[in-house]
Structures are given as C-alpha cells and as structure tokens.
C-alpha cells in the first residue's frame, strides 16, 4: 500500500533536531528523504549517548527512515550536483543561518529558477528577520527567551528548563506542516514556496497559547515557580510509598470525584475549594489533605482508587519504565530497528495514526554516504568511475 507522501522526494540539510525531526515526519508517511552531510560527516554524529562501539545513538534515533548521501555543496562540483538533485526533488529543507553561504546557495529565489515548483523549508532559531537572526540558538536559549523558564521549577530553585526538547520537537512539527500546506499548495498552482519556522517563534505560541501573554499584558499578573501545582486548578505530584504519583482535578465534576475518592466529600462544599480558581489560590491546603492521604499507600494502590473515580492520574514512569509501558506498545510508539553491530535500538514511532494511508518506520538512520551509490547513480545517473573521482576530490 501507498503511503500519502510516497512520490515526494526530500532533500535534508537539516541538523541537530528540530528539522531532522520535520523530515523524521514525513519520511513516516513515505516521503523519500536524502540526508545531505558534508563528506566528513556532521557534529550531531559526536554527540551522546553512545552505542557499545561508539556510534552516537542520538543520530540512530534521529536520522531514522531516510537515506544518508554526502557531499560539499559549496564546492563547485558540490553546487551542480545540489542543482541536479534539486530538479528532482519536491522539497529542500535545512538549518543553515541567515546570511551564510549555505544558505544563499539554498535560498528560494535561486532553487525556484531551477525547479519552479520547489518548497524551501529553513528553521532556524530565529528566522530570517529581526534583530536576532544571526544569533546562534539551540532549544535551552528559546525557552528563556520564551518566559517558560521563568516560571518553571520550585519557589527556591533557579528558572528550570524542561528535561525534554519541546522546543525543537515542536518546531519540527510545525516545520512538517508547513511543508504540507505548502504541498497543498503547489498541486493546486503548480508553484512552490518559502517557509520560514524558528525556535523562539514557536516556543512563544506555545506560551502565549495558554493565554499566558494575555495574563501578564492584559491582568497583570506575572507567574511565579510553583513546582509540580499548576494555575487555575489544582493538580500535583503526590509521594506515595513507592514512588510518585501525578493527579490533575480541573474543572468541578472531578473535583468532586476527587473528594468522594478520598473519602473526604465534605471538601465539595468548603468554599475555599468552590471553582478552579480558588481552588488554586488554596492550593496549600489541599495538598496538606492529599498527601497526608497518599502517604501510606502504594502507587498502585492510589492509582487503583483514582481511576475507579476516574480522576485524572499516573504514576511518574522512570524512562526504562515508559519503554515498557503497555500502553507505548499497544500504540507501537517505540519501534526496535536493527543496527549492525550495534543490535536493536529503539526508535520513535509514528505518532498520527492513519486508517487509509498508514505511516511506518521501516530504515535506520544511514552512516556518512551510507547512500552514495544508490542515490547519485539511481536519481541522478552518475556511473561508478564518476562517483570514484567525486569522492577522491572530497566532494563526496
């Protein structure tokens, strides 16, 4: 069976996460995506954790489902061949800075002269314009710029950054819709287009979606570190015997789902604890009565009697434990793929399920022009004796 992208060929010059993650995305519904790294390989490949031989399991993981090719294309040799590659191509995405000559080669107004129907795609960590748009970025630099750090963590911590990549896995999807739009687009024109998604652009909506923009201009209210409670309802992470456990309770019906569970249904009808809202602003309180509650018991025992009420909750999985959750392998969200001499490394699967068309993980991530000769010899038509003298002259 066809997958929805099959037909779409995709060049990636993208690095680190955010963009590799946007072509991971569309690779998933069967979009043939080249991997472009310059002959030496990319820094990305020096970046932990490590397999047993020393590979970098990161770019095992990120740089699943495509083929890898190499090449310099600020070479001379290396622009032909980015020109001859992109007549026949849908798709150009990279990570190059604003102003660099990488980026100049793989600008919009000069691929569309090659190939009018072409989508460049660049993300970066703060677009083409603006008074940061050289600056360097990585995900960390856009959560503090995005006010998320600000008010993450405990009172009497510093401004915590998230264990996890939001931004950059964020960004990639967006950059991934993006592309779709834009695919959408061209079949109705014929034409392509420019697509411009940035770190902070997306860490920014993120924030602002939850209305937090909104509260700090228009209320004048500025979020504080709270820890693990959250604004506007109450929800926390209680320590059971064994472990952690994480419940959430807005909105009244599992409220008071939460009081009768807890045996404490007098709790309804305290007017300190009347809506979410005061709920909030007495959170102290509550959390005194939760865990003196939980303490005693078992994770297992207080997911049991949570989820018999149907008050949100979950105990707080270890990663190992996450790996082997029922629910991950019921929706085959870790996919083992082979690895010569490595062994099988887990890989995330697809996340949008699709009755029709469905997406699937099926290569590992290539090794440096794992793809040479299937790539310029199947797409391009170079003969071996060609290929030879390329790489002897470093372009590939």
Known sequence: MDK???????????????????????????????????PTGEEERNFGPFAPNGESMLTMVTLANRRG?????????????????????????????????????LSYDSLKKINPGIIVAKVSGFGSWGPYMQRPCFDTIAQALSGAMSYTGFPDTAPTRSGYAWVDFSTGTHCALGIMFALFHRQKTGRGQFIDVALLDTAVAC??????????????????????????????????KDGFVMIGCAGNPIWRRFCRAI?????????????????????????????????????????????SARVPCAKVNST????????????????????????????PGVVIKMSETPGGIERPGPRPGEHNEEVYTGILGFTPQKLAELKSEGVI
């Open 69 to 105: 090719v190499t090449l310099d294309p600020l070479s001379e040799k290396g622009r032909e061949i980015v020109q001859q590659l992109v007549k026949k191509s849908d798709v150009v995405l990279h990570s190059y800075v604003s102003g660099s000559k990488e980026e100049e080669l």
């Open 320 to 347: 190992l434990e996450m790996a082997n959750d029922p629910q991950v392998a019921a929706r085959e969200m870790l996919i083992d793929i082979p690895y010569p001499n490595v062994g099988n490394i887990p890989v």
């Open 4 to 38: 929805v992208l099959t037909g779409i060929r995709v060049l990636d010059f993208s690095r680190w996460f955010a963009g590799p993650y946007a072509a991971t995305l569309l690779a998933a519904m069967g979009a043939d995506v080249v991997r472009v790294e310059r």
């Open 263 to 307: 045996g404490r249904e007098e709790l309804k009808d305290d007017p300190r604890f009347k809506s979410d809202q005061s709920r909030f602003e007495n959170r102290h309180a509550i959390q005194a009565i939760a865990k003196e509650w939980v303490k005693d018991k078992t994770m297992e025992e207080t997911m049991k009697i949570l989820e």
């Open 207 to 240: 924030v602002a979606g939850l209305a937090v923009a909104a509260e700090a201009k228009v209320g004048g209210m500025i979020r504080e570190r709270q820890g693990n409670t959250s604004y506007y309802n109450f929800t926390d992470c209680l320590k059971a």
